[in-house]
């Protein structure tokens, strides 16, 4: 897609306030209201401007974990992780490691859980490297889904029951909000 100055404008206006009305990027660009309107309108449907709405895990005090893996089966572990209320988002990615994987929750020990428990213990997955997200350059919104629908099994595949497990015993994992064996406040 080519994009012309104005259009270049436009997206770093919405960058900077997603909330900016068009008639003030009008007077910026120098172009009617319904001009704007247009270029708007074109500009999402080519996925050019996004607008993303969620919670920002790091101004809400929760903890965000990058996790870097090498598996033989990527797209397993991402869609083991897709509906799963902790998962922020995933990325496939070349160098060392050929997944990315970011996760968010008000305990260090879940995030830990869900990596020793869901993640190391794949017998697909051969290096894992865990951290903690300490700040952000940019504000990083995750569309998260708080009042997820119950259902009977994790989304995330895992056989079991958290009531049994022993890291959600000993209170080291929150369990999974979308089973309601859940011992956290934030979901």
Sequence with gaps: ???????????????????????????????????????VSRL??????????GI????????????????????????????????????????????????FSESVTTLESIVNGHIRSDPSVKEVDFNIVITAERDFVVPARLRAERVKEPPCGMKGDCLKCLSFLEKKCMGCPATGQYQGSFY
């Excluded at 999402?44 to 709405?53: C, Q, S, T």
């Excluded at 895990?57 to 992780?81: H, Q, W």
């Excluded at 990615?93 to 994987?101: A, D, E, I, Q, Y």
Aim: aromatic share 8%.
């Design 44 to 53: 999402r449907r080519v996925g050019a401007l996004e607008k993303n709405v």
């Design 56 to 103: 920002s895990p790091l101004k809400m005090g929760l903890y965000l974990a990058k996790v870097d893996l090498t598996s033989n089966e990527p797209e397993a572990i991402l869609c083991r992780f897709r509906d799963c209320p902790y998962f922020a988002n995933g990325f496939s990615v070349s160098g060392r490691h050929n997944l990315c994987l970011l996760f």
């Design 1 to 39: 897609m080519e994009l012309d100055d104005k259009d270049r404008t436009i997206i770093t206006m919405y960058a900077d306030d997603p909330d900016i009305s068009q008639e003030r990027i009008a007077k910026a660009v120098k172009l009617s209201q319904p001009s704007v309107a247009a270029r």
